[in-house]
């Protein structure tokens, strides 16, 4: 099965069960995929996994994946023993200041609050990628204040929500926020491909609505 065909099944089946009210778009998931496999990432950690949506379409897609991920809600806590199936694959911590020092990685997925975000400058690496899914504003400023050198890029979707999903298929499936903390030459070109996709979207978008 291709990645694609993965993260729309992981989609389908989150989309039917309790409390999928919060769940990642499935162009998120696509997103998430994407830069695994483009930047080959494997330490990744999640803020916010809730009922563990993208967990769960990350995991039965890459076997070399190191999850990490934090969550206090108790709802949610229950609902991932249920809803991930390599459930023993996730570290889990309540909040981003559990986490150990000296604990670096690769990938980090903002899809939750914490009012500790700034402890994730101490978890990155020279090759660390951010993704936040959805808008976020708020915590898109928080991280440029916290990596003076960012390169931003949003990632849009060009098709509206899936019948099968939680959400309305008049609106347009969200994406997320791709943020370079160090770029590099490659991270540079892809921001540059990135912000001209969504650019040529958006007058996608505008020409349909
Ligand atoms: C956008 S949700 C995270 C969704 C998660 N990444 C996923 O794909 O399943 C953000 C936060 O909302 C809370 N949350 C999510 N689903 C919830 C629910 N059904 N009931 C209560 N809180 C929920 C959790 O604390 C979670 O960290």
């Given at each position: 099965m291709s990645?694609?065909?993965l993260t729309e099944k992981t989609y389908l089946k989150f989309s039917k069960i309790e409390g999928n009210q919060h769940i990642a778009s499935?162009?998120?998931?696509?997103c998430v995929s994407r830069l695994i496999q483009d930047f080959q990432l494997q330490q990744v950690l999640e803020v916010g996994i809730g009922i563990?949506?993208?967990?769960?379409?990350?995991?039965?897609?890459?076997?070399?994946?190191?999850?990490?991920?934090?969550?206090a809600n108790a709802f949610c806590l229950n609902a991932i023993k249920k809803n991930i199936t390599q459930i023993e694959r996730i570290k889990l911590y309540n909040d981003l200041k559990q986490i150990p020092q000296n604990t670096f990685f690769d990938f980090i997925i903002i899809d939750g609050s914490d009012d500790s975000l700034a402890e994730v400058k101490r978890m990155c690496t020279p090759k660390t990628?951010?993704?936040?899914?959805?808008g976020r504003a708020l915590q898109v400023v928080s991280l440029k204040k916290i990596f003076p050198k960012v390169l931003h890029a949003e990632m849009l979707s060009d098709y509206k929500n899936p019948a099968c999903g939680p959400f309305s298929t008049q609106a347009?499936?969200?994406?997320?926020q791709l943020i370079f903390p160090y770029p590099n030459f490659k991270m540079r070109m892809y921001y540059l491909k990135e912000k001209w996709a969504t650019y040529l979207k958006r007058k996608k978008r505008k020409a349909n609505s």
């Open positions: 990645l694609q065909h499935d162009y998120a998931l696509k563990g949506c993208i967990a769960d379409s990350v995991l039965e897609s890459y076997e070399n994946i190191q999850y990490t991920a934090t969550e990628i951010i993704f936040i899914e959805g347009w499936c969200g994406g997320g």
